[in-house]
């Protein structure tokens, strides 16, 4: 329709008719959403239950986060950020990323120590500099930031004598 009423007012300058005819058609589009921007979508039902679904603070804080680990993971050898990836990230045992990594599962399990201790000394550099708000040792690690199995303690022989 529009088309229609432009074409009194239409005058050839050597452009093609098509040009004309796509100019209306953008311009229809733009009117159109911005007639959707501003029209109200009221809704006579509430929802049944709260959206648990994470806020916009907690996903920056989580991608912030995410980033801080990156960049600490960034700081190990390739092999041991490899390593720490298997294990932890994808939940693999210790035999399983020996059998990926080729090394034998106590090697893998002597590794990842190393590994972990070292991003403890890493954060605990980090936090020192004020890179890191704040660090606090998670449940499975016991004051020193040792991991810490359950009932996985050594057990001393008593001496008698």
């Given amino acids: 329709m529009a088309v229609l ?21 953008a311009r229809k589009v733009v009117d159109h959403h911005r007639a959707a921007a501003r029209a109200a979508c009221p809704t006579d039902d509430l929802p049944e239950r709260v959206d648990g679904a994470p806020g916009p603070e907690e996903l920056t804080l989580r991608d912030a986060d995410a980033d801080t680990a990156r960049e ?3 700081q190990l050898p390739e092999n041991l950020r490899h390593l720490l990836l298997l294990r932890v990230a994808a939940g693999l045992t210790a035999e399983e990323t020996g059998q990926t990594l080729e090394m034998s599962p106590g090697a893998v399990r002597v590794a990842q120590h190393r590994a972990l201790s070292r991003l403890r000394s890493l954060v ?5 500099d004020g ?4 660090v606090t ?9 040792r991991h810490r199995a359950p009932g996985r303690g ?8």
């Fill in 137 to 145: 040792p998670d449940a499975g690690t016991n004051q020193k930031g």
């Fill in 154 to 161: 050594r057990k001393r022989k008593e001496v008698t004598g």
């Fill in 124 to 128: 605990a550099e980090a936090s020192d």
């Fill in 5 to 25: 009423a432009a074409l009194p007012r239409y005058r050839d300058e050597g452009k093609p008719f098509t040009a004309l005819v796509f100019g209306i058609a």
């Fill in 72 to 74: 600490l993971l960034d």
């Fill in 131 to 134: 890179n890191v708000a704040d």
